[in-house]
């Protein structure tokens, strides 16, 4: 590991830091000036610079200016002894780390600059990752289904129906097929079909001739002329209009088409990729969905699972979206500390990753400091509003099927087991006051959740229950003493009764710091 750089004037400072992370087997470096930091930036670097603000020689705001125009992810602590609001908020501007007030309490600096450390080190396999960052992430059970899917489906031109909620990325899932598949280097063109009024529907599909209909000054190419060679991915394809549904019924059939106010057919070589957040067959027995353009579209069927069905992809997915953020605004990444990212994973997400994005990017823009904590989370967060609901009893495993012309079901590639939530243990929280008065009934409360959660589970066949509840038993008390602690791990440990390497690696196995 590289070494801590300890930048003060003081030599009493310089030595009791030196001598306390000595204590913690952390390698240090000392120096007197800011003067001396630069040059030594030549030839070496530090895993975390600990800084005095005011020195003989030049002050700490503008070394951290400095080191972070060379060193953007670099962990910046600040010290003064002058606690005053300008030093603070030039400090976090600036994109320090923290902002440390002398004087300070030994063993607190330590495990501040301990936890600098751990940023440091995720920060340089965070930008490992990000140069070379998929087009989807995800580790989660459900998600590698979703890609070897993809996979199986590489070499085919076979129809295909992505089927998941409202921004659980289906579009996403549509390109990779496309770019992965004989027509990669062709157009992928895409089009929501509940987006557009159904009067101009039929001419955004199929184009139209000139004067085919009021306004129609010149002849226009629709999208089924314009994904030729490539793929046509039709976004929400239940609410295609039914005397719509017949025309595309026809081209899948026929393998052509007429531009509206057209005679002459014009032929399809197009790949058509549906995707839909409703239950097509539930249509279908409504009247309506046409169920002979159901079995056209239902070749292969690949389910995207909702972001909480995959909460161990929550904070990859974050801090890809807070890089992703800083950069469509010209600003420094922010990043996110474990307690936060610990109650980000625990919310529900009805708006799945989209809805997981747009936090993203309101923290990059909202949050006051540079480290997001559990109080700079949206209101919707704030509120309570966590995983206090289950999902039902788990679907059928995947199938795995070749493609075959219009089979009556279609095989899911992908359907991974829904994994229930605990409501007992990942849902309440509450105050002291509260907690007193019911304290007898809430541990009651929980007992009986949990043993409902584990007799709905072993009647339903599962065979992962002990490890399942275990996990989120265990991350539930270790988000709480974060939370309590304000990410401090010593003093979490402390509260647990258990060791400091113990949480360090509980945190790092149930996926709390990924």
């Known amino acids: 590991m590289k070494p801590i750089w300890i930048v003060d004037d003081d030599q009493s400072i310089r030595f009791v830091l030196e001598k306390a992370l000595a204590r913690e087997n952390l390698p240090v470096r000392s120096f007197t000036n800011p003067r001396d930091v630069l040059a030594a930036l030549d030839e070496d670097e530090p895993q975390v610079l600990v800084s005095d603000i005011r020195m003989p020689g030049g002050s700490g705001i503008d070394l951290l200016s400095k080191v972070k125009a060379r060193l953007p992810g670099l962990p910046v602590i600040i010290m003064t002894a002058y606690s005053d609001l300008d030093s603070a908020v030039s400090a976090f501007q600036g994109g320090a780390f923290e902002y440390l007030p002398k004087p300070f309490?030994?063993?607190?600096?330590?495990?501040?600059?301990?936890?600098?450390?751990?940023?440091?080190?995720?920060?340089?396999?965070?930008?490992?990752?990000?140069?070379?960052?998929?087009?989807?992430?995800?580790?989660?059970?459900?998600?590698?289904?979703?890609?070897?899917?993809?996979g199986r489906l590489s070499q085919s031109n076979v129809t295909v129906l992505i089927t998941g909620e409202s921004g659980a990325g289906k579009e996403l899932v549509a390109r990779a097929l496309h770019k992965h598949s004989p027509r990669g280097n062709g157009p992928f063109v895409a089009i929501n079909t509940a987006a557009i009024p159904k009067d101009l529907l039929e001419s955004e599909l199929f184009g139209h001739e000139r004067g085919a209909f009021t306004g129609a000054q010149t002849m226009r190419r629709g999208r089924?002329?314009?994904?030729?060679?490539?793929?046509?991915?039709?976004?929400?394809?239940?609410?295609?209009?039914?005397?719509l549904q017949t025309r595309l019924l026809r081209v899948l059939s026929d393998g052509q088409f007429y531009r509206v106010g057209g005679h002459h057919p014009i032929k399809s070589n197009v790949r058509v990729i549906a995707a839909t957040h409703q239950n097509l067959e539930e249509r279908v027995r409504l009247g309506g969905f046409r169920e002979d353009l159901f079995h056209r579209l239902n070749v292969i069927r690949l389910r995207l699972p909702p972001l909480r069905e995959r909460r161990e992809d929550i904070p990859t997915l974050a801090k890809f979206f807070l890089q992703k953020s800083a950069k469509e605004l010209g600003v420094e990444a922010k990043r996110i500390s474990d307690p936060a990212l610990a109650k980000l994973t625990l919310f529900d997400f009805p708006g799945n990753v989209r809805q997981l994005e747009n936090i993203c990017h309101w923290l990059t823009v909202m949050a006051p400091a540079q480290v997001i904590e559990s109080k700079d989370l949206p209101p919707e967060l704030l509120e309570g509003k966590v995983a206090v609901t289950s999902y039902g009893a788990p679907e059928a495993a995947p199938v795995v099927a070749h493609a075959e012309p219009e089979p009556a079901h279609a095989p899911d590639v992908s359907a991974p087991v829904s994994q229930p939530v605990f409501a007992g243990l990942n849902g309440a929280q509450h105050d002291a006051s509260t907690a007193s008065v019911v304290a007898d009934g809430a541990a009651a409360s929980w007992l009986q959740d949990l043993e409902r959660e584990a007799r709905s589970r072993l009647e339903a066949g599962q065979t992962d229950v002990w490890d399942a509840l275990t996990r989120q038993f265990e991350a539930s008390l270790i988000h709480t003493a974060l939370d309590l602690t304000r990410g401090r791990r010593i003093e979490a440990a402390q509260k647990l009764g258990i060791g400091r390497n113990t949480i360090t690696r509980k945190i790092q196995e149930l996926g709390i710091d990924e």
């Open 105 to 150: 309490d030994l063993p607190k600096a330590v495990e501040l600059i301990r936890r600098a450390v751990e940023e440091s080190v995720r920060e340089e396999v965070n930008d490992e990752r990000v140069t070379q960052m998929p087009e989807m992430l995800g580790q989660a059970p459900a998600m590698q289904d979703v890609f070897r899917a993809i």
């Open 224 to 243: 089924f002329e314009q994904a030729d060679g490539g793929t046509l991915f039709l976004d929400e394809i239940g609410d295609m209009p039914f005397d």
